[in-house]
């Protein structure tokens, strides 16, 4: 898989087969991992993921980072009280198992008309209405506590060199369209989230319009720190979206990393193939 420009790829290690003399059986002791798994492949985030200042910080002296608060409030001192510190709240192991409904929509056929939204190219909060209306689910909407799943077909590039310097994803508008739903989840099937343009990260390109200043990745860095809505990107959702599978009951687990900040995961839907 590509590996994330914001983490240390993950290496492997494999141990040889082993044995004992007079015993009849091997094994393997393991694999050695090192690198940043958290933020690889299909991965969900805690909220303790992201914090915000009051006040921009001008870059002079240490990043105060004793004035940093989080989701529901939390202050730098109760969260991380020490730099070398696991999270201490809104770790990813004290986050809960996620078994609940879920609702996938497909923007790659209603708005990149059946090819891969473009980098940059964003979701808003009208464009989920009316996807959600023309798979047939305006009775039901979305509903507090569901997971929603958005299937924008850039994990079609999903191996290509470009796949994490850019790519669609939803609005600052979309945010707080889907903090007022009050669902408990958002994943999609690309790198960030949010959407970003090529050549964003190096300067050479603007955001796409609606960010609110002094804030990068504005949809991932909301849900964290002010939706209390969980991020998983890199979802794999191309085979259900072919299927239609609109509804289902969902299972996501993420691993219990003692303070970490986010995990890979694997999540699970349970649903019936549409006919739509």
Known sequence: MPSSPWAAPIQY??????GLPGLKIAWHP???????SGAQGTQMDAFGHWGYLDDIWDGEGE???EKVKYYGGHAQSEVKP??????????????????????LIDAKTFLGNGKPMEAGQQINGVDIENMLEAQGLEWRGLLPGDVLYIYTGWSDHWGEDFYYDG??????????????KM??????????????NFGQFSGKAEPPPGAPKGVSAP?????????????????????????????????????KVEGGAGAPVNPIAIGAQGVK
Request: charged share 15%; glycine share 6%; aromatic share 6%.
């Open 13 to 18: 290690e494999y141990s040889p087969t082993l």
């Open 183 to 196: 669902i408990v989840l958002v994943a999609l099937d690309n790198p960030f989230t949010d959407a970003v």
């Open 219 to 255: 949809v991932h860095h909301h849900n964290l720190t002010h939706s209390g809505i969980h991020n998983i990107q890199n979802a794999k959702l191309a085979n259900m979206a072919q299927d239609k599978v609109w509804t289902s009951c969902t299972v996501i687990l993420p691993i």
């Open 167 to 180: 790519g669609p994803g939803l609005s600052f508008d979309a945010a707080k369209y889907l903090e007022a």
């Open 82 to 103: 020490a730099l070398d510190s696991p999270l201490q709240r809104l770790g990813i192991d004290q986050a809960p198992p996620i078994i609940t409904s879920a609702v």
């Open 63 to 65: 990043f105060p980072s």
């Open 30 to 36: 393991g694999v050695k991992v090192t690198g940043v």
